[in-house]
């Protein structure tokens, strides 16, 4: 079994920052990747972002140029910078921690985004 322990989302304004950070802890010995999903009220789960073990990062397009992922092994945690946050960047994020066996789920953490 993997624990993962989100935090750091709350309210801001469009235009504003927030940093989300996630830890994993237990059985990580096959944790290769680590990432982030979201869902918004009414909408589907969606991929936001990945990286390994090994650090290769991948973005949707729709946070490209604004998200930054970054990973400090030691810790076992990512941390998801985001900065020029809008509106419809409102949504529970979820971290993801994928192991050889299985993938586990954070309990989600809100980032609402309003003026």
């Known amino acids: 079994q993997v624990q993962v322990a989100e935090s750091g989302g709350g309210l801001v304004q469009p235009g504003g920052s927030l940093r989300l950070s996630c830890a994993a802890s237990g059985n990580i010995a096959s944790l290769y990747a680590m990432g982030w999903y979201r869902q918004a009220p009414g909408s589907q789960r969606e991929w936001v972002t990945t990286i390994t073990k090994s650090g290769s990062t991948d973005y949707a397009d729709f946070v490209k140029g604004r998200f930054t992922l970054s990973r400090d092994n030691a810790k076992n945690t990512v941390y998801l910078q985001m900065n020029s946050l809008k509106p419809e960047d409102t949504s529970v994020y979820y971290c993801?921690?994928?192991?050889?066996?299985?993938?586990?789920w954070g309990q989600g953490t809100q980032v609402t985004v309003s003026s």
């Open positions: 993801l921690c994928r192991t050889t066996a299985a993938d586990y």
